[in-house]
């Protein structure tokens, strides 16, 4: 593996003022050429026009992925069977800054969802909460997603019930974890003194399903839709992103939407050779080719976007961990294990293996050009942060040779480095648009439907007679048809 000098042009490119340096990648211009004409025979470019064009990409499903419409605020007609979606899609961004204006005297919002409901605002709402400059709304923002009562509880603790407003966010609103925290949250509303009348004002949805919505309890006025056509591990630009325009404003909410917009604005029309999450997507794939790479991590040194590395393991690992292709057939390649969190944390944790360890791990190092705070001490301690970040990544690649092998740094382990000149809602919005286009390339490369997760749902079929064995304090249970005998020991043990 051969490392250029970073100042060769071909290593360095920009969009949305976003930097991607590859030099530390160990791939040379002839190399580079011919990832390029392989992403053309596997026909990229034309699958991010067919991405953009509504196309049913999503061939198991049977609908476009059309996550892209969300953040589209120039409002270009965007086609579904002949049918422009954007008027639906702007009447949703009216109704969440109608809401913005209207929530006075609020004290807590309660966020129910889990996994690309629940990822996305919390990302954001982690990541924006000390943008210098930026205003909150002084509201309380919980997450409650986990099953385990203990998220529950926590929350409850602190929530003021008759000052609380709950945004219950599943695409099908038959989510066994969402649905069940629900329930726990109204009881405790009526436990709080709650009458009806303000716990239906207190109830919003954002859903697919606005029948089982209403069903549930919530007012019609208190439904807001996204569509079939939005993954849910996409649709933090939906409704679902309510949180961040609560928060901090629907303005803000805008930016992080335009950020989005130009990045994908970017992805559609550059030339693969100068197309950042194409590039990104051709790197990884390169080092699965070459090195067999089973994993690499995302590393930003920013401590606001500590959550990120959780949000990229869903969107990477849902979409494109699958063992067969479009056509039913094995993969040689697909994702590798996604880890990460905010450096110079990492440092301290795990990056002894990534620099002596027997596995090659491609990084993917994020910074940021400004400090996040206006403390006294911020430019001292960001100066800091940036040289840890330039010197790890120079010490992973070079390595350093020694006469004691417990010295030795067997370097030629490849990084790309990501600048943002600065960390808002824009770039905020930039960078997972960024990731999601480059894991959409990712697909398209290893002919891998990223848009679908079959396998998610099989646990979930399994858990049903479990949970019911389990419910019946039987410590005689035997292996059956949809628990097995290893299963049923464990439910007999539990039980006793």
Known sequence: MHFEPSSTPIHRHTAVNVVLDTAYQGIDRATWAHLFSEARQSKLDQFIADLFAGKHINASENRP???????????????????DVMPAVAAVWSRMETLCSQWEGVTDVIHIGIGGSDFGPRLAIEALAYVPGITSRGMRMHFLANIDTAELARIVARAEAKSTRVIIVSKSFTTLETTMNAKAIVAWLKDSGCNQAQIADALYAVTANVPAASAFGVSKDNIYPFWDWVGGRYSVWSAVGLPIALQYGFDTFQEFLAGAEAMDLHFKNAPLEDNLPVIMALALLHQQKTHGITSYAAIPYADALDWFPKWLQQLDMESNGKSVDRDGKPVQFSSPVVFGSAGSNAQHSYFQMLHQGTEIIPIDFIAVREPMSDRPEAVSHHRILLSNCLAQAQALANGKTASNPNDVYPGQRPSNLLLLPKLNAFYLGALLALYENRAASLGALWNINSFDQPGVEYGKVLAKPIEKALASHANDIV???H?????AARINFLNS
């Open 479 to 481: 292996a059956s048809e």
């Open 483 to 487: 628990i097995d005998a290893v299963t």
């Open 65 to 83: 992925a059309l996550h892209s419409a969300l953040r589209n605020l120039h409002k270009t007609p965007v086609l579904i069977n002949g049918k």
